[in-house]
């Protein structure tokens, strides 16, 4: 057992714009790459929902690896991870890239491309996810817990900010001599750029755990997703991920449908849409969040009650407009829900603990995306399902919210384990003394 962790004092305000890039680099590189998927899927002849799995094998590989990316990060420290993360996402577009090229130009067929780019993907699956666990360990690891909420809501931010950003780009990197592989090249530069700073101007962080001499006698941890702490907030984002992986990955076709229009004659318009989604999540974000001072458990409810509120009103919009304000009032519901799960999960472990629970998170908010090609295949066979299913998803974690005893007593305040364990009691109370 480790002795007690110093309290935080405070995060530098250039390491913290430094982490924020990172995670804006990255976010805005996978949110520009999901906005032209549809119109690099038509274009190359991948069918829809063979689209939506390119990122399936990424994904998967990004939960298996996060944990491990985790623990490494205690090992060898926060900033060399967000060096193999960055490399990693910079290497896997430049791949990308090549292989949307070699598509557009139909020098293979489709099957071939599609393996190609499943394997391109996929290596920013397992190398990307190194950043993820330690820009929020970093940031947790300076944070005072009264005020980490407000601080995780601001790097969740940068995930809102990158899909203002990513989908605005996107269009303009779309250069005649690459075409829809532009984006992707860009994209990779933009890693590279960040690599380079983080390399030159971010220290170390002072509060990484030291590391400890394994006990082959000794008890070894369980896996976090075990730890009745953060169990419930790890079922609770794991459904708010798959449902915003979801409609985003489902927007696009249904704005390519309704307008009628070609793939790259509709990128524009999912760019908007997108742009107005994110501009609500960072609403939600940077604004409310902060006004309002809002709790964990505040926004574990807003969140799912919101996001239900936007996908009823997707499904059934009349034209493109109804469209984009549904869109940017769910993403507005993500944009409470995700910090509020955040926050939460990091809130209920000790210091030590943020670099493990942040893997868990990770992996989370990676698995999700293994279900995006049944939403799209949902979506050919009637198109307002996937966006009724999320609504009935949401409903249900309202309910979840209200009713389990760890996120109805989220608050700003670190969760000890005699408090986990007085709500598991209650909880076997309230079912009759069922597990």
């Known amino acids: 057992m480790s002795g007690a962790a110093p309290e935080p004092l405070g995060l530098p305000r250039r390491s913290f714009a430094i982490i924020f890039c990172v995670s804006l680099a990255t976010a805005l590189g996978n949110t520009g790459l999901i906005s032209v998927l549809p119109a690099i899927g038509r274009s190359t002849g991948i069918p829809d929902p063979w689209v939506a799995a390119i990122f399936s094998l990424s994904a998967l590989l990004w939960a298996f690896s996060s944990p491990m990316w985790a623990r490494a990060s205690d090992r060898f420290g926060r900033k060399p991870m967000m060096i193999v993360g960055l490399s990693g996402f910079m290497i896997s577009m430049i791949c990308c890239g090549f292989v949307v090229s070699a598509g557009l130009r139909h020098l293979a067929p489709w099957p071939i491309i599609f393996g190609l780019f499943l394997f391109a993907r996929a290596l920013f699956g397992f190398f990307g996810a190194a950043s993820n666990p330690a820009t929020q360990a970093y940031v947790a690891e300076y944070t005072p817990p009264d005020r980490r909420t407000q601080s995780m809501s601001s790097l969740a931010g940068a995930f809102g900010l990158g899909t203002v950003i990513g989908p605005f780009l996107a269009p303009l990197f779309v250069l005649p001599f690459v075409g829809l592989a532009g984006p992707l090249f860009s994209f990779a530069l933009i890693a590279a750029v960040m690599l380079f700073i983080v390399i030159r101007y971010l220290p170390e962080s002072e509060h990484r755990p030291a590391p400890q001499a394994a006990d082959p ?26 449902c915003q992986t979801a409609q985003g990955q489902t927007l696009g076709f249904l704005i390519i449908d309704q307008l009628q229009m070609s793939p790259t004659q509709a990128q524009g318009f999912i760019a908007i849409a997108m742009m107005f989604g994110a501009m609500a999540g960072l609403l939600a974000q940077w604004g409310i969040i902060r006004m309002f001072e809002m709790t964990p458990r505040e926004l574990l409810r807003w969140g799912v009650g919101v996001a239900a509120l936007g996908n009823l009103i997707v499904a059934l919009a009349p034209n493109y407009w109804a469209v984009v304000a549904g869109y940017a009032i769910s993403s507005l519901g993500f ?98 003394g069922a597990p």
């Open 217 to 242: 006698a000794g008890p070894k941890p369980s896996p976090m997703w075990r730890d009745p702490r953060i169990t419930p907030f790890l079922i609770y984002g794991f459904i708010v991920a798959v």
């Open 335 to 432: 944009g409470f829900a995700r910090p509020g799960f955040t926050a939460g999960s990091s809130l209920a472990v000790n210091l030590d603990e943020q670099a493990r629970v942040a893997g868990a998170i990770a992996a989370v908010n990676g698995v999700n995306v293994v279900l995006a090609p049944f939403f799209v295949w949902l979506y050919e066979k009637v198109h307002p399902a996937p966006f009724v299913l999320n609504m009935a998803m949401m409903l249900a974690l309202l309910v979840y919210a209200f009713r389990n005893p760890q996120l109805r007593n989220a608050d700003p305040k670190p969760a000890t384990r005699a408090d986990t364990a007085m709500a598991t009691l209650e909880k076997r109370d309230e079912s009759g």
